[in-house]
Nanobody, 126 residues
Framework: VQLQASGGGLQQAGGSLRFSCAASGRAVSNYGMGWFRQAPGKEREFVAAVSRNGGSTNYADSVRGRFTISRDNAKNTVYLRTSSLRPEDTADYYC????????????????????WGQGTLVTVSS
């Protein structure tokens, strides 16, 4: 599967953005999906994940209540809606796909994801 992330840009603190991750080559319904981010000089970190059936989600503590992950398997797309953005949210955001069971809780671990898209950069100004 190939993943194409989009939706990054420049945003002021307190603003919102919506990321999209479009899958091709194979149905996104075959995968648990996650969003990760990497800030300059830092390691890649988990942001949010959703199970294959959309029934289970996980969030990093730093984004819980501000970010929402969702998926539309019919459109082969996964979304990350962000709100109340902070300067510390500035990073390259990556979507990733993991081979998991249909209702399996989505992983928060980078190494459990098999496929990665390219990053989309978000810069949040104060």
């Amino acid at each position: 599967v190939q993943l194409q992330a989009s939706g990054g840009g420049l945003q002021q603190a307190g603003g919102s953005l919506r990321f999209s991750c479009a899958a091709s080559g194979r149905a996104v319904s075959n995968y648990g999906m996650g969003w990760f981010r990497q800030a300059p000089g830092k390691e890649r970190e988990f942001v949010a994940a959703v199970s294959r059936n959309g029934g289970s989600t996980n969030y990093a503590d730093s984004v819980r209540g501000r970010f929402t992950i969702s998926r539309d398997n019919a459109k082969n797309t996964v979304y990350l809606r962000t709100s109340s953005l902070r300067p510390e949210d500035t990073a390259d955001y990556y979507c990733a796909a993991a081979l998991t069971g249909w209702g399996q809780a989505p992983s928060i671990k980078t190494f459990e994801y098999n496929y990665w898209g390219q990053g989309t950069l978000v810069t949040v100004s104060s």
